[in-house]
């Protein structure tokens, strides 16, 4: 299975991203996926997850910007990102867990900008 992400780049601040991630090599559809970011310096950390009922769970500072959806039959995620921030900058990675198991994407940058 294989998670590859799309979209990330370089905006200014205010500015909006949509980021995608489409899994393949899989025959079903992924029970949640999300998004995770990491900043230099710091953890990998919560941006937001879907279920295939579409519960989302957001992290708190991204709450009213961020907006994530999904494509169950495509296995595809997407993120909406709108009023971006400085500290919105990292590389963000795609996940999915299924049947217990967490994969991982190979990241894509988001650098917002003053």
């Known amino acids: 299975v294989q998670l590859v992400e799309s979209g990330g780049g370089l905006v200014q601040s205010g500015g909006s991203l949509r980021l995608s991630c489409a899994a393949s090599?899989?025959?079903?559809?992924?029970?949640?996926m999300g998004w995770y970011r990491q900043a230099p310096g710091k953890q990998r950390e919560l941006v937001a997850t879907?279920?295939?009922?579409?519960?989302?769970n957001y992290a708190d500072s991204v709450k009213g910007r961020f907006t994530i959806s999904r494509d169950n039959a495509k296995n595809t995620v997407f993120l909406q990102m709108n009023s971006l921030k400085l500290e919105d900058t990292g590389v963000y990675y795609c996940?999915?867990?299924?049947?217990?198991?967490?994969?991982w994407g190979q990241g894509t940058q988001v650098t917002v900008s003053s």
């Open positions: 090599g899989i025959a079903f559809s992924i029970n949640t």
């Open positions: 879907i279920t295939t009922g579409a519960r989302t």
């Open positions: 996940y999915g867990n299924w049947f217990g198991y967490n994969g």
